[in-house]
């Protein structure tokens, strides 16, 4: 299995920036994608930004520009700088990556437990 801890939610004013960080654990033999979904209050999660293994990357409209996705291989982990934050980004932000465990011949998406960014106006 794989555990994804993300961190770096909080409040922010619009315009703001805020960083979050997402770190995967476990008994991992490879990463494919990795990215960043959300889901505001009463809508349905979106995608926000991923990141292939190859380090090329896809951006929801909303956020090019504004939002950069970033992975480091070496720590499993996967970045989302965010930038000129507007009030609706307000939302719970929720880490995902398409790896492969030991015991498993093929990948699998695994899922974080999401951290809450709100942006104030």
């Known amino acids: 299995q794989v555990q994804l801890v993300e961190s770096g939610g909080g409040l922010v004013q619009a315009g703001g920036s805020l960083r979050l960080s997402c770190a995967a654990s476990?008994?991992?033999?490879?990463?494919?994608?990795m990215g960043w979904y959300r889901q505001a209050p009463g809508k349905q999660r979106e995608l926000v930004a991923l990141v292939f293994s190859g380090d090329s990357t896809n951006y929801a409209d909303s956020v090019k520009g504004r939002f950069t996705i970033s992975r480091d291989n070496a720590k499993n982990t996967v970045y989302l700088q965010m930038n000129s934050l507007k009030p609706e980004d307000t939302a719970t932000y929720y880490c995902n990556t398409l790896a492969r465990v030991a015991g498993r011949s093929t990948h699998t998406y695994y899922w974080g437990k999401g951290t809450l960014v709100t942006v104030s106006s």
């Open positions: 476990g008994s991992i033999i490879s990463i494919n994608t």
